[in-house]
């Protein structure tokens, strides 16, 4: 079956037809690519060591264990079908207090720690506390990684409170207070770079 492509270009020359094949067919992958990575799933770089020891950064970073950052797929289309989580690793917009706070700007990579509502406190030890219950972090904290900003911090509504995994050297919500939720672009699922790190985070 002929495409509209095909009827519209039926009276070219053979060699013409072709390039506008080629065109179109490059024009569309573009198109698609510039989607996917608008609507669907984004890749991002891990630049600093906030995360570790779960996402990499490259030495000779202070705190980096690898000798290449990972790189990570967020999904950005999946809090517009469901509420941010709990520990969920995500990447959002640097807000204006945050890059002020941090001398950092673009885009962060932190876990969400308090959801709307909760109060969330960090002991002089380290240890956090939502709403007087301790939370198990033992899946993602090294003992060793522990320290920065201790207090108390009530979440607002429509606001999240994220923390990086390595507290002695993560800029976050301690420091510039809660996320609105609408600076969030996604949740990171996976590390596809480099090779030996590939899988979920």
Known sequence: MRGPIDRLTENLPRPWRIAVDWIVTIVGAIVIVLLIKAY?????????SSMEPTLHCARPGLDCEASHSDRVLANRFIYHFTDPARKDIVVFHTPKSAQEQCGAGGTFVKRIIGLPGDTVTVRDNGKVV???KPLDE????QPDRLGGESGTWHVPKHHIFVMGDNRRQSCDSRVWGA????ELIGKVFAIYWPPQRIGFP
């Open 40 to 48: 669907v799933v984004n890749p991002y770089r891990i630049p600093s």
């Open 130 to 132: 939502i709403n007087g």
């Open 138 to 141: 033992s899946g993602y904290i």
């Open 179 to 182: 996320l609105d939720e609408n």
